[in-house]
T-cell receptor, first 114, second 112 residues
Framework: KAGVTQTPRYLIKTRGQQVTLSCSPI?????VSWYQQTPGQGLQFLFEYFSETQRNKGNFPGRFSGRQFSNSRSEMNVSTLELGDSALYLC?????????????FGEGSWLTVV | DQQVKQNSPSLSVQEGRISILNCDYT??????FLWYKKYPAEGPTFLISISSIKDKNEDGRFTVFLNKSAKHLSLHIVPSQPGDSAVYFCAAMGNYGQNFVFGPGTRLSVLP
């Protein structure tokens, strides 16, 4: 079956703009989580959605937001972009939420802020 | 404060030999641990996991060992192959949901 699909794969934005990233989970998966990967910070958790509700949130400013639709697809939005937001944004999906749940990652969206 | 540590940023191993990647954690509330492999420009790929009620889990060439008292886990790859060259992330999850924490990663190079 198809894996986690993220779009767009690559994008360049300027400071102050906003960006929306999209994630389609594996069919049947109801949990979608988002991560930011930078060379200096490694993988950091942004937030998780399950059945259209945000279940968990990491330590990121309010400029980072997300939502999940009834078909489990999810979007992540970053407003007022800063240079430091340049990173690989990864989406992951799993069947449900909670311990013991294997999480599958998409290939990521590379965001460059100039 | 890093809750999940991978103290070796890089490791080189000869093809056919054993690769041992180590991971330490500080939060005793972690219940579930996972290893991911990541190639450049790709998302992490799940490798193997272990629950805190076990001390070993094996899947083909990959074995994960967990020492709860030492808050330490390790990933063994036997035999190592050049295609195993990648960055390996250790991740830990508590009983509070998907908010799991990644280590900084260890870059494994398997030399032919």
């Amino acid at each position: 079956k198809a894996g986690v699909t993220q779009t767009p794969r690559y994008l360049i934005k300027t400071r102050g703009q906003q960006v929306t990233l999209s994630c389609s989970p594996i069919s049947g998966h109801r949990s979608v989580s988002w991560y930011q990967q930078t060379p200096g910070q490694g993988l950091q958790f942004l937030f998780e959605y399950f059945s259209e509700t945000q279940r968990n949130k990491g330590n990121f400013p309010g400029r980072f937001s997300g939502r999940q639709f009834s078909n489990s697809r999810s979007e992540m939005n970053v407003s007022t972009l800063e240079l430091g937001d340049s990173a690989l944004y990864l989406c992951a999906s799993s069947l449900w939420t909670g311990v013991g749940n294997t999480i599958y990652f998409g290939e990521g969206s590379w965001l460059t802020v100039v | 404060d890093q809750q999940v540590k991978q103290n070796s940023p890089s490791l080189s191993v000869q093809e056919g030999r054993i690769s041992i990647l180590n991971c330490d954690y500080t939060n005793s509330m972690f219940d579930y641990f996972l290893w991911y492999k990541k190639y450049p420009a790709e998302g992490p790929t799940f490798l193997i996991s272990i629950s805190s009620i076990k001390d070993k889990n094996e899947d083909g060439r990959f074995t994960v060992f967990l020492n709860k008292s030492a808050k330490h886990l390790s990933l063994h790859i036997v035999p190592s192959q050049p295609g195993d060259s990648a960055v390996y992330f250790c991740a830990a999850m508590g009983n509070y949901g998907q908010n799991f924490v990644f280590g900084p990663g260890t870059r494994l190079s398997v030399l032919p």
